[in-house]
């Protein structure tokens, strides 16, 4: 069956369910998808925090790669949410388990994620 834009959705909202609830129940009872906001999107989860901050997490299911696009709107987002970070979690086809996706950052994200520390080129 070739993916059209209602069935790529589906498995979008899917995968954004199912990645919400693996870390609402080992991460935080708060964790939980977001209600689409438009040209400001937020990310696609809420509740998602490191060292007391908000992060925006941006979910992708989708076989193309396009990391630097992908960092360039979880940044956005982030910037949107007043959120010390912006991570992407996307899809590993052909796993269905949902802790066992990818997630991509940039190196000063995941120093914050580590210290606690804002990195000031983090949108660089």
């Keep these: ?11 979008g909202s899917r995968m954004e369910r ?9 991460v935080s009872e708060f964790i ?3 209600t689409k906001t438009g040209a400001k999107d937020r990310g696609d989860l809420t509740g998602v925090r490191a060292h007391g901050k908000r992060v ?3 979910i992708k299911n989708t076989t193309r790669i396009n990391l630097a696009g992908w960092i360039h709107e979880a940044h956005t987002e982030a910037g949107n949410d007043d959120a010390a970070v912006g991570l ?5 086809h052909g796993v269905a388990d949902p802790a066992q996706q990818w997630v991509t950052m ?3 994200d995941l120093a914050f994620l580590l210290t606690g520390d804002e990195q000031p080129d983090r949108y660089e």
Excluded: G, I
């Design 32 to 34: 939980d998808r977001r």
């Design 56 to 58: 925006a997490v941006e």
């Design 1 to 11: 069956m070739t993916r059209n834009r209602k069935s790529a959705k589906a498995a």
């Design 106 to 108: 940039t190196l000063s």
């Design 88 to 92: 992407v979690v996307h899809k590993r």
């Design 18 to 26: 199912q990645v919400a609830d693996w870390l609402r129940d080992h």
